[in-house]
């Protein structure tokens, strides 16, 4: 999730139009400032429709186009998959961290390895969509239940600061569909 802070330079072809940034197909994330409680609805219910938009983008997709990486030297589209649900299960335990505790101290982890990880790299993708749809029933009934002060409560994390559970609801909101794209926007490209 945290590829967007890290943006690494790209070379520069002055004789073409600029390529699309494969890295950010629905544009870079930013934290809102402010967030409002019909964006808060509206952060929940794409939460709520991550786990079957992932389903739907693989419907499909052979064994082969898996290990295929969604843009040059990044993951494969198997290996998406699977952060998903890694970096899903960082956000619902913050979550639940924050709503129990004044302020949380909670650590960044690093992605990429954890996607080197042998299980990343080959393990079926219905074991994490499995994990997905499940992860997410429980996450929905959790934010479903906050009041507007569980909202505004915050985790202290060790790159970003003080995060609000409401914008923190804004960036997962946002991450379900850039990793969606990614798989999407490849099968455009290939013609899946
Ligand atoms: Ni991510």
């Known amino acids: 999730m945290l590829e967007s802070l890290n943006p690494r330079p790209r070379p520069v072809n002055l004789k073409s139009m600029p390529d699309p940034d494969l890295r950010y197909p629905i544009g870079k994330f930013s934290f809102p400032t402010a967030v409002t409680p019909q964006e808060r609805d509206e952060f929940v219910e794409q939460i709520a429709e991550t786990p079957a938009r992932l389903r739907a983008v693989l419907n499909g997709l052979s064994a082969e186009q898996l290990e295929t990486p969604y843009r040059p030297g990044g993951w494969t589209v198997r290996q998406v998959v ?31 390895r954890w996607a080197e990880l042998s299980d990343a790299r080959t393990a079926p993708v219905d074991i994490s969509l499995a994990l997905l749809d499940n992860l997410h029933s429980r996450w929905i009934a959790l934010l479903a239940s906050l009041t507007d002060r569980d909202w505004k409560r915050t985790f202290r994390h060790s790159e970003l600061g003080l995060v609000s559970l409401e914008r923190n609801a804004a960036l997962y909101a946002w991450h379900g569909r850039h990793h969606v794209a990614h798989i999407a926007a490849l099968r455009d490209r290939m013609g899946w």
């Open 82 to 112: 699977h952060h998903v649900p890694d970096s899903h299960m960082n956000s619902y335990v913050r979550f639940r961290l924050a709503l129990t505790e004044e302020e949380p101290a909670i650590k960044g982890y690093l992605e990429d």
